[in-house]
């Protein structure tokens, strides 16, 4: 099992910065991957950013230049440090870890007004 909490999530206007941080517990050796998700009203949960136990990663065609995910494995948190916000960024973020499972976080809101 493995737990994860998010934090970092509020209100920015447009054109600001937020950091969402997830800490991960639990069975943390047997991760290899995590990242961010988010659903906005009405729209199915997307990919936004992975990353790799090596580093690899990965982003949304959408955030690309603005978002930028990083983790520090030693403590086992995983960040999305958010650029140049857009209100088309709301949504509510979720933290996800992939083992033969994937587990998710409860999510934190972000709300980008114009």
């Known amino acids: 099992q493995v737990q994860l909490v998010e934090s970092g999530g509020g209100l920015v206007q447009a054109g600001g910065s937020l950091r969402l941080s997830c800490a991960a517990s639990g069975s943390i050796y047997n991760i290899n991957a995590m990242g961010w998700h988010r659903q906005a009203p009405g729209k199915q949960r997307e990919l936004v950013a992975r990353i790799s136990s090596g580093g690899t990663t990965t982003y949304a065609d959408s955030v690309k230049g603005r978002f930028t995910i990083s983790r520090d494995n030693a403590k086992n948190t995983v960040y999305l440090q958010m650029n140049s916000l857009k209100p088309e960024d709301t949504a509510v973020y979720y933290c996800?870890?992939?083992?033969?499972?994937?587990?998710w976080g409860q999510g934190t809101q972000v709300t980008v007004s114009s």
């Open positions: 996800n870890a992939m083992t033969i499972y994937i587990y």
